[in-house]
Every structure is written in structure tokens, then in C-alpha cells.
């Protein structure tokens, strides 16, 4: 099918977006859309939600997964949020599962939830699994939805890896050369992939993970995310709705159209 007629036929491309609090979910999603404001949210009737109630009822701890956010750079993408069940919180979970399981019984394909974005920030003291990512993982079957892992902050580690590298005689210049790529192979035969990839607590593994460092930055590069992305999409009309409505990976676009 022609990629103007799936976005005729199914709209926008939905993705879950779970992660503990200052994980960095919103500048990620504000690269993937290339835009520095803040997503517009609506409820599930599609009306515009006032941003100081939305303020209100998340001081009184109150959250609707339910929520769309949009952003007007780019609204070919609806985001959902997941929160609260980081806390540990069983009803706040419970209800995540209910949404993943309710979407999946969508019968229209643009009412899916057509990904999910797990995010886990690097900058945390223990930078290992939390219960609630321990119990996602082991409990929460997502079915034929694609979960993708997202290590945000990853530059935090470029401080230990430049460290490793200057005990090993390496020069300042060289060792903050080399911190990214010798983070990113210390992390590969790390603890965490380990757990999530091979640990028998874990039921449900993620299609693929992806490093994001520095997503704060003007020159931050997302490429990587959506390349993962539309990799891990089984159905072929999904994967050119994901590729035709990001923005910011052109090469991509040119190359699922040239496969396709």
C-alpha cells in the first residue's frame, strides 16, 4: 500500500512510553518530533485538556494513561504516557496492563497501540533494574506489540569509562575520545543486557535496545532510535506508517522505499 494511503486509512502511529520519573522521556519524544515545545495533550474523547488542569490533577497524583500527547511539529505521532507504577504502585500497574491488553483488542488498526518505548535512565546511582522494570518484563505480556528498551542519559557512563581508559595509560585527549565507544562495550557485556536478555526472571523480552546519550543537546541524534524502531516492525504496513511519519532519518525513508 502506498504510504499516503496508510496515513489516510490509519492516521498517526501510537506509541506507549513507560519510564520512571526524569528518565527523560519528554526530550527524547521532542527530538523524534524535532521541536523544543511541549506536547498538547488530549483526553480519549479528543478534546484539548486545559495545561493547568492537566497541572492540577497531577499534583493530586491523578493520571490518565488514557491521555494523548501530541506535538504540533509532528502530528503523525500520538504518545501515551505510563506513570506511577515506578513507585511500585499495583493499581497504576494493573492499569497499564489493561490499556496494552485493550488496544491489542482494537479491531481498527489506527486504535492500536503500535509500539512501546521503555525508557531507563543510566544517571542513577545503582543503574540496575528496578522493581517495577523487573516485575514489566516478568509479568506484562504485550502480545504482538513491539517493546523497545531505551537507555536514556547513556553519556552518564562516559565518566567511567574515561576513567578505565586513563588507568590503562591512556592520555586525557585520548580517553575522552575514546570514553563513548569503550562505554558502549563495557555496557554490552554488562550486567543489565545480561539480566534482560538472559536472566530466567524475565518472560518477556524486548525486540531490541537502543543507547541514547546526550538527547538534551541541540545536535542530538535520534537516528539510531528510529532506525530500531521501524526494524522491529512485523507488520510491513505499520513499518511504513512509522517511517513515513518520522521526520528526521531521511536516509530510512529511502531505503524501506527502495526495498519496497
Not at 71 to 95: L, Q, T, Y
Not at 151 to 161: H, I, M, N, S
Request: net charge negative; charged share 30%.
Amino acid at each position: 500500500m502506498d504510504p499516503s494511503r496508510i496515513k489516510e486509512k490509519i492516521g498517526r502511529f501510537r506509541i506507549l512510553v513507560i519510564g520512571r520519573a526524569n528518565a527523560g522521556k519528554t526530550t527524547i519524544l521532542q527530538r523524534v518530533c524535532n521541536t523544543r515545545e511541549n506536547p498538547e495533550i488530549y483526553n480519549s474523547a479528543g478534546e484539548k485538556i486545559d495545561p493547568t488542569v492537566l497541572m492540577a490533577s497531577t499534583e493530586r497524583g491523578e493520571h490518565d494513561i488514557e491521555n494523548e500527547m501530541v506535538f504540533r511539529n509532528n502530528p503523525g505521532f500520538v504518545f501515551h504516557d505510563s506513570r506511577g507504577f515506578e513507585a511500585g504502585g499495583e493499581s497504576e500497574f494493573d492499569k497499564m496492563k489493561a490499556f496494552i491488553a485493550s488496544r491489542s483488542k482494537e479491531t481498527k488498526l489506527k486504535d492500536q497501540l503500535h509500539a512501546i518505548w521503555y525508557c531507563i535512565p543510566m544517571d542513577e546511582a545503582s543503574r540496575s533494574f528496578t522493581e517495577a522494570e523487573i516485575k514489566f518484563f516478568s509479568q506484562c505480556d504485550t502480545g504482538s506489540i513491539a517493546v523497545m528498551v531505551l537507555f536514556t542519559k547513556f553519556d552518564a557512563l562516559y565518566d567511567v569509562a574515561y576513567a578505565q581508559l586513563k588507568s590503562k595509560g591512556a592520555s586525557m585527549e585520548e580517553a575522552e575520545e575514546l570514553a563513548p565507544k569503550h562505554a558502549q562495550e563495557l555496557f554490552a557485556i554488562g550486567s543489565q543486557l545480561t539480566f534482560l536478555y538472559h536472566s530466567k526472571d524475565i518472560r518477556h523480552r524486548p525486540k531490541c535496545h537502543i543507547c541514547l546519550p546526550n538527547m538534551d543537546k541541540d545536535d542530538a541524534d535520534c537516528g539510531p532510535l528510529i532506525e530500531c524502531t521501524a526494524g522491529t516492525m512485523d507488520n510491513e504496513v505499520l513499518q511504513q506508517l512509522f517511517v513515513s511519519t518520522q521526520q528526521i532519518n531521511l536516509e530510512l525513508c529511502m531505503k524501506y522505499a527502495v526495498e519496497r
